[in-house]
């Protein structure tokens, strides 16, 4: 490592989208194979009750989490996480704005609780009875990038593994003017430190633009970005580029050690 790269091994993979709602169907989708379809993630971790009243960014963000909590062998209650969403949950932000508008005395308690940033990482450190430290990022559309280094920099700084989970939901009514996304998308990783033998990843920032990911799934969802690193893993490429600021990309070697 020097002052520019960090290094991480992928320990597992989740990925959840109504085209592909797992990794295994991803691949296939990548492979040009059939893959299943799904209309709305179910978490395991959630109860029912809990799994009907949770809004589907939180059912994403789970879903994609748990699966690759699973993928990796790792106890999901042990493991500190970074959720990344650019957006949070606009259907309940755009009922809460519809609601101050017109009868702001009948805002909805749960509605509000739900409409917070850090939702999904609440419900995953409750559901998993984490105690370990739980972090919540927006930063538009190098919002992927930034969770990843957050992730990575936790290892460095002596995380034995680390919880990443990336996730968007569609926009409706007004804010689409503001907000564009599109369908539901949830993307996760388990990072631990790098070591001999494991598939591994190298991170660089640096100048330039990062070319625009393939939407094979979730078209116009705003964590689409990250289907970048995604698609390489599933391709075996040996990089990938994501968006990391203006003018800046982050580039992702991926290999083995």
């Known amino acids: 490592m020097n002052a520019t790269t960090l290094?991480?091994?992928?320990?597992?993979?989740?990925?959840?989208?109504?085209?592909?709602?797992?990794?295994?169907?991803?691949?296939?989708?990548v492979a040009g194979e059939a893959a299943a379809s799904a209309t709305r993630p179910a978490p395991a971790l959630l109860p029912p009750n809990e799994r009907?009243?949770?809004p589907d960014t939180v059912l994403v963000a789970l879903e994609a989490a748990q699966a690759a909590c699973l993928d990796a062998g790792?106890?999901?209650s042990g493991l500190p996480s970074v959720f990344v969403s650019t957006y949070g949950d606009l259907a309940i932000t755009e009922?809460?704005?519809?609601?101050?508008?017109?009868?702001?005395?009948?805002?909805?308690?749960?509605?509000?609780?739900?409409s917070v940033h850090n939702a999904a990482a609440g419900y995953w450190t409750i559901a998993s009875g984490a105690m370990e430290p739980a972090t919540a990022l927006s930063a538009g559309?190098?919002?992927?990038?930034?969770?990843?280094?957050?992730?990575?920099?936790?290892l460095?700084?002596?995380?034995?593994?680390?919880?990443?989970?990336?996730?968007?939901?569609?926009?409706?009514?007004l804010l689409r003017e503001l907000a564009h996304s599109e369908g539901l998308l949830g993307v996760a990783l388990v990072l631990a430190p790098a070591a001999a033998g494991a598939r591994t990843l190298t991170l660089q920032l640096e100048d330039g633009e990062a070319p625009a990911a393939p939407e094979r799934v979730a078209p116009g969802n705003a964590m689409a970005p990250a289907l970048a690193l995604f698609e390489a893993l599933a391709r075996g490429d040996g990089s990938a580029f994501l968006p990391a600021g203006e003018g800046r990309r982050l580039r992702v070697?991926?290999?083995?050690?």
């Not at 290094?7 to 797992?22: H, K, M, N, V």
């Open 74 to 76: 790792r106890e999901p």
């Open 95 to 114: 009922h809460l704005c519809q609601t101050l508008a017109r009868a702001p005395r009948e805002l909805s308690p749960t509605r509000f609780h739900n």
């Open 253 to 257: 070697g991926l290999g083995h050690g």
């Open 52 to 54: 009907r009243r949770a």
């Open 7 to 29: 290094t991480a091994t992928i320990e597992g993979i989740g990925l959840w989208a109504p085209q592909a709602p797992s990794w295994a169907s991803y691949r296939a989708l």
């Open 141 to 154: 559309r190098a919002g992927f990038a930034m969770g990843l280094l957050e992730a990575v920099a936790q």
């Open 156 to 173: 460095h700084g002596g995380a034995p593994a680390v919880l990443l989970a990336g996730y968007d939901g569609a926009s409706p009514g």
